[in-house]
């Protein structure tokens, strides 16, 4: 029955055209990204997005200092975490759509109240998980946050006043979150940011198995979102292709799976045997990059005297407070950089020189694999070399078996772990090289002597 004109009431009309007005205004937030496309976002992701925390990404080097050998390396954490906050979408949606039968019961159904609760934890989780990096990101983070490095600055920035206006808009809106009153939404977004084991470290507390597959989408050390998103990114921005790789097929093969390490009741992100080839490209491409990039010579040379500048002018005490922590972006370090190059008076002189003039900066020289501090040290002695010298960093060895640990589904339901499927996959190196740095005018006798070693 169609109504006539008169029978509507003029002020409910003009009520609910403003509220669609408002709506369409307000609706497809979206931002463009060089790697993803366009990456769409709501009204309580852009609280967190344009809040004073997430825009000092702006300002954080994804690659470090790597830009002054690989000059398109100048892209952001900013970008990366939106691109990690896309990719976990994807791949949440992917693993509450693609359920096995013995599975079903774990996983909430889409469109159901817990379904919509954990995709937007886990979009807000993605967003938050770097917000706590140092300038620079990495290059000094052990030196002056230590063991607990950059997560426990991203717990103190969530629960900071800066946020707080973020999570108070956010627990009285999404009307699907009346099912779930009993949950903490922040405290399971920086449970999911953080990942199992920095949540134990930071907490003491474990999490249930829901939560460890959630967290497993953005910090898994194989699937993670960031780790994903970090190679693509890496890849395209330092135009080295190695870190490119079949992620699409990869995201559309993930599966929740009986753990075949822990026993059939527990549950872990894993793959189809389908997607077996883009896993080996995963790896391969992190192995290369992490050859070309990460640990390429030169990039760990100039990382070397970052280092030792920061060191020597941010005190780690003065960096545990949060709103002085926020206001050190690299611009800052980029300025006492310049100041400290032209002034011998001022800490760090040597290394700043070393970096903005290019001049006089140490060789980085990889070690081989089996040598030890105690040889570095009697080398040391007898050339006579100062502290200031000669320095080296060793890496904790790496569980090669535990990144092959993830379940493989194969045909008729069963299922095996990866290294049993691929043999590809134990083939491809996982350790990290161990280095020494020394001035040029001294390398040589190191060369020579590392030559010799036996």
């Known amino acids: 029955m169609r109504v006539g004109l008169a029978q509507i009431d003029p002020f409910r009309y003009n009520e609910e055209r403003c509220s669609m007005v408002k709506d369409f205004l307000h609706a497809g937030k979206k931002i463009y990204d060089s790697v993803h496309g366009f990456i769409t976002f709501d009204e309580f992701e852009k609280e967190l997005i344009d809040s004073i925390p997430f825009q000092r990404l702006h300002y954080i080097h994804q690659l470090g ?18 691109g990690v906050m896309a990719l976990a979408s994807l791949m949440f949606d992917k693993i509450c759509k693609s359920v096995r039968p013995d599975v079903f019961h774990f996983v909430p159904r889409k469109g159901s109240s817990d379904f919509l609760y954990w995709r937007r934890v886990l979009r807000m989780a993605a967003l938050c998980h770097d917000l706590g990096h140092l300038p620079f990101s990495h290059v000094a983070e052990r030196e002056l946050l230590g063991e607990q490095g950059h997560e426990q600055m991203t717990l103190k920035i969530i629960d900071s006043n800066h946020l707080k206006p973020v ?13 779930l009153i009993e949950r903490d939404i922040i405290e399971d977004i920086k449970k999911i940011s953080l990942g199992e084991a920095k949540w134990k470290a930071l907490t003491g507390k474990s999490l249930s198995p829901w939560e460890r597959i959630v967290s497993e989408v953005i910090t898994g050390n194989f699937f993670g979102a960031d780790r994903i998103d970090y190679l693509l990114r890496d890849a395209k921005s ?11 097929q990869l995201i559309e093969m993930l599966r929740i799976l009986p753990s075949v390490d822990r026993g059939s009741d527990e549950l872990q992100l894993g793959i189809d045997e389908n997607g077996l080839e883009s896993c080996e490209a995963l790896l391969l491409a992190r192995h290369f990059m992490h050859r070309r990039i990460y640990q390429y010579s030169s990039v760990k040379a100039y990382n070397f005297h970052l280092r030792r500048y920061m060191q020597a002018n941010f005190s780690p005490s003065l960096l545990q407070n949060v709103d002085e922590y926020l206001a050190i972006s690299d611009t800052d370090v980029i300025s006492s950089l310049n100041k400290a190059a032209r002034d011998p008076r001022l800490p760090g002189h040597a290394d700043a020189k070393c970096i903005i003039y290019r001049q006089h900066r140490f060789r980085a020289i990889a070690l081989p694999e089996q040598m030890t501090e105690k040889e570095l040290k009697d080398f040391k002695v007898k050339q006579k070399l100062k502290d200031s010298e000669i320095e080296w960093e060793f890496h904790p060895p790496e569980a090669i078996c535990d990144r092959l640990s993830f379940p493989v589904s194969r045909r008729h339901v069963i299922v095996q ?11 491809i190196p996982s350790k990290k090289s161990n280095w020494v ?12 002597f590392l030559e010799n070693w036996v």
Do not use: N
């Open 238 to 248: 330092t135009g080295v292709a190695y870190g490119l790789f079949d992620y699409h």
């Open 167 to 179: 999570w108070e808009k956010l627990r009285a809106a999404p009307s699907y979150m009346e099912d």
């Open 437 to 448: 740095y020394i001035p040029p005018e001294r390398d040589f006798e190191l060369v020579r």
């Open 65 to 82: 200092i790597a830009y002054l050998v690989y000059p398109g390396a100048t892209h952001t954490r900013f970008e990366h975490s939106l």
């Open 417 to 427: 772990k990866a290294r049993d499927c691929s043999d590809l996959l134990l083939k």
